[in-house]
């Protein structure tokens, strides 16, 4: 299997930091234009540490996106999908990639705007998470929302991922099919199918 990006906004942009509490905002993300056809939203990454000692778990979680991406996306509705959970309290004071996995990736529908965040609904105001951005100079052709609503002007680090497994679009594993000459040690021209296909 390989992963390759859907969508994403690097960590190497992080520049402020944005807390995650009960009582305060508990999601937090980033807005963003699907330009695909049909891929399976099957992990996701968010740039997070802790202040003080914060338990309990934190999800990735998709919404559909009212508004437009760049300027005033926000999530909207039910959500879409959740994550698995990650332990919080096994987070350090430093900025990390985390990345948390669906059991039921989401396929994501063609030309359709979406809203991805990270969730954590308890800590305090000392003992919490945080999660990176981009405060002054974004890029990314979507933008930063909380629960408290969008922020125009801010970019959330955050990884959309989808996992490809065999033959996609006359690739295998991500590489093109006339670049392969064997697979598991057996050549090529041997093989009528892999995981079915």
């Not at 695909?36 to 979680?61: C, H, I, Q, R």
């Not at 003992?127 to 970019?155: C, T």
Request: aromatic share 12%.
């Amino acid at each position: 299997m390989v992963d390759t990006n859907i969508d994403f906004y690097a960590e190497a942009n992080s520049d402020s930091d944005g807390s995650l509490y009960n009582g305060y905002n508990t999601i937090r993300g980033q807005a963003f234009a699907y330009g695909g056809a049909g891929e399976t939203l099957d992990k996701a990454k968010f740039y997070l540490k802790k202040t003080g000692s914060p338990t309990g778990n934190a999800t990735a979680v998709l919404y559909a996106c009212t508004g437009t991406p760049g300027t005033t996306g926000d999530m909207t509705g039910a959500v879409l999908a959740t994550s698995g959970t990650f332990d919080v309290s096994t987070l350090t004071t430093s900025y990390q990639l985390i990345e948390f996995t669906f059991a039921s990736p989401y396929t994501l529908a063609a030309s359709t705007n979406y809203c991805l965040g990270v969730e954590y609904t308890g800590g305090t105001s000392t003992n919490h998470v945080e999660a990176g951005y981009d405060g002054s100079s974004p890029s990314h052709a979507g933008n930063y929302f909380s629960s408290a609503g969008p922020v125009s002007g801010r970019d959330a680090i955050f990884y959309a991922i989808h996992t490809v497994t065999g033959w996609v679009a006359g690739k295998f594993m991500g590489v093109a099919n006339a670049s392969i000459s064997k697979i598991d040690g057996v050549l090529k021209t041997s093989i009528a199918k892999v995981n079915g296909i």
